[in-house]
């Protein structure tokens, strides 16, 4: 499974890169907001540490906006993957940008039939934002397992399912399990999951242990 990790923030890409777990990045309009700085600059300097997906997400709602956004996007480097919304408009840019040979993830999906959708229309990636689903009482990794079974029924299908709006180690672990793609979490959770409790009482007994031992090995 991959791990994209979801900020716009340069900082915590840095230093989170360093760990070795980040395939790729997702940001959205709220997320470059947060940081006060140029969208497109973010972008290119987002795109200068990491070598996988990078997405940039569109802010035209009409599908002839959209694409032209999109090709100035993809145009900062190859690995630009455009977001589009799951709107008929956004479903039409993405298949005239997928056809022009741009990575595209269609996101904010809440349904399997939405999912159907993008993989009709080329997407690269599909992200099902689960977190805004258990928001309301929802299944959101139920909505993950129903498109993973679809997916599986035609091997045709190249879509890649990006669970979005994962918030616990336990949707990354869940997410796993039923068998998606990739898994975009917020620098809060990828830190968690390298945490347990019994890990960091283990390594203190035995740290202590070897100190009684007097012995040293370089
Ligand atoms: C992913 O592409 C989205 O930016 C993100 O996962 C949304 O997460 P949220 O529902 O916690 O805002």
């Given amino acids: ?7 716009a923030s340069i900082n915590e890409i840095t230093s989170l890169n360093k760990t070795g777990m ?3 990045i997702t940001t959205n309009p709220s ?3 947060k940081t ?3 969208f497109l600059d973010i972008i290119a300097d987002i795109c200068k540490i990491i070598d996988g997906p990078v997405s940039a997400e569109v802010a035209a ?5 959209m694409i ?3 090709h100035k996007l993809a145009s900062i480097s190859d690995n630009v993957a455009v977001k589009v919304p799951l709107t008929a408009d956004g479903l039409i840019a993405c298949k005239a940008l997928s056809d022009a040979g741009t990575m595209v993830n269609v996101t904010l999906c809440f349904s399997a039939a939405q999912a159907i959708l993008a993989a009709k229309a080329g997407a690269t990636f599909v992200s099902p934002f689960i977190g805004r689903l258990d928001d309301l009482g929802q299944d959101g990794l139920g909505l993950i397992s129903e498109i993973h079974t679809i997916f599986s029924n ?7 399912i990006l669970v979005a709006s994962a918030r616990s180690p336990r949707h990354v672990v869940e997410s796993a399990k039923i068998g998606a ?7 809060s959770t990828l830190r968690q999951l390298f945490n347990h409790p019994l890990t960091d009482t283990g390594l203190k007994a035995f740290m202590s242990d070897w100190e009684i031992s007097g012995q040293t090995i370089l």
Avoid at 61 to 65: H, I, R, S
Avoid at 154 to 159: D, F, W
Wanted: aromatic share 8%; charged share 20%; proline share 8%.
């Fill in 1 to 7: 499974m991959k791990f994209f990790l979801d900020t």
């Fill in 22 to 24: 980040v395939d790729g």
């Fill in 31 to 33: 997320l470059v907001a």
């Fill in 36 to 38: 006060g700085q140029s």
């Fill in 61 to 65: 709602t009409d599908a002839n906006n």
């Fill in 68 to 70: 032209k956004e999109g």
């Fill in 154 to 160: 035609y091997p045709e299908i190249n879509t890649q």
């Fill in 181 to 187: 793609d990739i898994v975009t979490i917020p620098p």
